[in-house]
C-alpha cells in the first residue's frame, strides 16, 4: 500500500499541467479501495454483534457492553442444546455471508479480517456438528465434556463476575443481579447437555470426575454461605458508595436457585462416576477419532496428523535435552535423563520457597519483579511499545485443584480491565525459582498479555476471535525473545527452568496424541510426562488431566511457536541485511491473532514490503 501511495504522489506532481482527469484516476481507484474496505467493515461489525448479542459476556469481558450496547451487560448466553442450535445456525448465515463477499477490493487489514472469521466460523461449526460438548467460537476452551474440572458455569462465572463484571455505577449492580439471576438457567442448560451426552454414551474419565466432583461440592459449600458471588458484589458496591438491598437481593439467588442448579449437577456427575471406566483418550469415546481429529484442527489450525505431531514431538524434545545436558553437568547434575535430573533439580532448597503465606507472597513479590525488568526490555524487541497494563492475582480457591499452574491474557479492548496473570497457589510446591521467570514471560510479557494489547486495538472482531496456534505459539515464542534478551544470562538455573519448559510443551505433543489416538493410558502418559520434562507427580498428574478435558489444545503451543520460528528464519533468509528483529516482531503482533496460514501471508506482506 505504501508504493502504490508513493507512486499516486509522483504520478500527480508529474502530469497536473496535462488535466485534473489524469490525476484523478489513481485517486478514483483508492476511493474505490476505501469503499470497498468500508462496506467490508460494516459486514465485519454487523457479524462481530450478533455473535456478541448471542454470547453478551464476551462484551463485557472486553469491555464494549456500553452506549447503545450497554444493554448487554445484564444479559446471559443461552448454553441448552437450543441455545447451542441457534447459535449454531447463526454461524452458518454469517458464514455464507462471509464467503460470499468479494474482497478484492478491500485493503489488507480487512481482507484479513474476512480470513479469520471465514476460518473461526468454519471450524467452529464442524465442533457444533459433533453430538457433544463445548464448542468455543475463535476461541481455546474446547472440550467433549460440558462440565468437569476445570470446564464449565460453576467454574467460570464466580471469576467473571468478580474480574470482568464491572460495578460503578447503580445500573452495573443492578446488570450483576440480572445477570446472577439468570445463572441457575445456565446450570441447568449444561445439565441438559450432560444428560444428553450420557445417554450417547458420553462419560469423562473416573479420575477428571473425582476432581469435578470434589470441586462442585465446594462450590455448594461456599453457595450455601453466599460466596464469592455475593461477597463481590457486596465489596464493590460499599467501595462505591452504591445504597441498595445488595446483600439479601444476591443472597436470595445464591442460596436459592443457584445452589439448587449446582446440586443437580452434583447429582448428574455423581451418577456419571459410577458409569465411568479409567481410560484417558478419546478413542474411547464414541466418535472419539473424529472429535480429536478435530480437536487438533482447531488448536493447531493445521492439518497434521495425530502421528506427524507426536514425532514433531519427539524430534524436539531430544533437541531441547541436548542443550539441558551441559547446563545440568555444570551445576552437578550428572546422571540420569535430563527429567530425572530435574526432578533432583526441584527438590534443592536453594530453588524452593517457603511453604504457605510466607512463600505465596515471596512467589508474588518475585513475579513482580521480574515483570518489571522484562518490560524495560521491550524496546529492543518492538518498533511500538504498549503500556500493557497488568496484574496478577491468585487464582479462586475453588479452582485451584483442577487448573494449570498459571494462566494470562489481555484486558478489556477499551483499557478499563487491565491484563491478567492468574498464578495458582494451592500449594508453593507447585512453583520454584528457576521456572517463575519464564511463566512471567510467557503468561504477562511479552506473551499473552502483551500480544493481546496489540491484538485489542484492531477490529473488534479481531479482539473477539483467537486462535490458541498463534496465541499459544506466541507466548512460547516469547519465551524464546526473553532469553535472547538477557533473562537468564546470569541464572544457569533460570535457563533451565526456561528450557524445562520448551520440554513441557514438546512433551505435550507426545503425551496429548499419545493418550488420544495411540491409546496410552493416564499412567504410562503421566510416567514419560515425569521422566521427559521433570515435573514432579502432583503437577505431572494436573497437567495430564488437562489434557484430557481439553484434547488437542496442549499441541497448539510447540506447533503454533515452530511455526513463527520457521517464519522469522525465512524472513530473515529473504532479507539478509535488511532483516531487522524488532520489525518482524512488530509486524506478527500489529497482525493479530489469526490462523498459521493467515500470518504466513501477513509475513509475506512484511517482506515484500522490507526487500
Not at 27 to 50: K, P
Not at 88 to 110: F, H, I, K, N
Not at 401 to 410: C, E, Q, R, W
Amino acid at each position: 500500500m505504501l508504493e502504490n501511495t508513493l507512486f499516486t504522489r509522483r504520478q500527480a506532481l508529474g502530469t497536473l499541467a496535462a488535466g485534473t482527469a489524469l490525476v484523478t484516476l489513481p485517486g478514483c481507484a483508492t476511493t474505490q479501495t476505501l469503499s470497498a474496505s468500508q462496506a467490508g467493515t460494516a459486514t465485519l461489525d454487523a457479524i462481530v454483534w450478533r455473535l456478541m448479542t448471542a454470547e453478551p459476556e464476551r462484551a463485557t469481558s472486553l469491555g464494549v457492553d456500553t452506549g447503545e450496547h450497554a444493554a448487554l451487560r445484564g444479559l446471559s448466553t443461552d448454553v441448552s442444546l437450543a441455545g447451542l442450535a441457534a447459535e449454531a445456525a447463526m454461524l452458518r448465515q454469517d458464514l455464507a455471508l462471509v464467503r460470499a463477499t468479494d474482497t478484492s477490493g478491500m485493503d489488507d487489514a480487512t481482507r484479513t479480517s474476512f480470513a479469520v472469521v471465514e476460518s473461526a466460523y468454519a471450524t467452529a461449526l464442524e465442533g457444533l456438528a459433533m453430538p457433544y460438548g463445548s464448542v468455543s467460537i475463535g476461541s481455546w476452551r474446547n472440550s467433549p465434556y460440558t462440565v468437569i474440572q476445570n470446564v464449565g458455569g460453576y467454574i467460570d462465572m464466580p471469576r467473571f463476575f468478580d474480574s470482568d463484571q464491572q460495578i460503578e455505577t447503580t445500573a452495573d449492580a443492578e446488570a450483576y443481579l440480572v445477570r446472577l439471576s439468570a445463572f441457575p438457567a445456565q446450570l441447568d442448560g449444561e445439565l441438559e447437555r450432560l444428560q444428553a451426552a450420557r445417554e450417547m454414551g458420553l462419560v469423562p474419565p473416573d479420575f477428571l470426575l473425582a476432581k469435578a466432583i470434589g470441586q462442585m461440592e465446594q462450590s455448594i459449600a461456599d453457595a450455601a454461605g453466599g460466596g464469592a458471588l455475593v461477597e463481590s458484589l457486596v465489596r464493590r458496591t460499599r467501595e462505591k458508595g452504591l445504597p441498595g438491598q445488595w446483600q439479601a437481593r444476591a443472597e436470595a439467588v445464591v442460596k436459592g436457585p443457584v445452589q439448587a442448579a449446582l446440586q443437580r449437577q452434583l447429582a448428574e456427575l455423581r451418577l456419571e462416576a459410577g458409569q465411568a471406566t479409567s481410560e484417558a483418550g478419546m478413542w474411547s469415546r464414541p466418535r472419539g477419532d473424529e472429535y480429536y481429529a478435530w480437536a487438533l484442527k482447531a488448536a493447531t489450525t493445521t492439518t497434521l496428523t495425530p502421528a506427524e505431531i507426536h514425532q514433531i514431538g519427539m524430534e524436539q524434545l531430544a533437541e531441547i535435552h541436548g542443550r539441558m545436558d551441559p547446563i545440568l553437568r555444570d551445576l552437578g547434575y550428572t546422571r540420569g535423563t535430563a527429567g530425572q535430573r530435574m526432578v533432583e533439580l526441584s527438590r534443592d532448597p536453594r530453588f524452593q520457597f517457603a511453604d504457605g503465606d510466607p512463600g505465596r507472597a515471596e512467589i508474588m513479590a518475585f513475579i513482580a519483579e521480574r515483570v518489571d525488568w522484562i518490560r524495560a526490555q521491550m524496546p529492543r524487541a518492538f518498533e511500538r511499545i504498549v503500556p500493557a497494563r497488568l496484574e496478577v492475582r491468585r487464582l479462586p480457591l475453588a479452582e485451584e485443584p483442577g487448573a494449570p499452574t498459571a494462566y494470562g491474557g489481555s484486558g478489556s479492548k477499551d483499557g478499563a480491565i487491565p491484563g491478567k496473570m492468574w498464578i495458582n497457589l494451592r500449594t508453593t510446591d507447585l512453583h520454584r525459582k528457576y521456572d517463575i521467570p519464564t511463566l512471567v514471560h510467557h503468561e504477562t510479557i511479552p506473551g499473552h498479555v502483551w500480544e493481546g494489547e496489540y491484538s485489542n486495538q484492531l477490529s473488534l472482531i479481531r479482539s473477539v476471535l483467537s486462535f490458541s496456534a498463534f496465541s499459544e505459539g506466541w507466548a512460547l515464542y516469547a519465551e524464546v525473545l526473553a532469553d535472547e534478551l538477557g533473562a537468564y544470562d546470569e541464572n544457569p538455573a533460570w535457563r533451565l527452568g526456561y528450557l524445562q519448559d520448551q520440554a513441557y510443551r514438546a512433551a505435550r505433543l507426545v503425551v496429548d496424541t499419545g493418550m488420544h489416538a495411540m491409546r496410552w493410558s493416564r499412567a504410562r502418559a503421566a510416567a514419560f510426562f515425569q521422566e521427559q520434562v521433570g515435573k514432579e507427580e502432583a503437577e505431572a498428574a494436573n497437567e495430564i488431566d488437562r489434557y484430557c478435558s481439553w484434547p488437542g489444545q496442549a499441541c497448539a503451543y510447540k506447533i503454533g511457536q515452530t511455526e513463527i520460528l520457521r517464519l522469522r528464519q525465512h524472513a530473515r533468509d529473504r532479507l539478509a541485511a535488511r532483516f531487522d528483529l524488532r520489525a518482524f516482531n512488530q509486524a506478527v503482533v500489529d497482525g493479530g491473532n489469526c490462523p498459521l496460514d493467515v500470518l504466513q501471508a501477513n509475513v509475506e506482506r512484511h517482506i515484500a514490503g522490507r526487500a
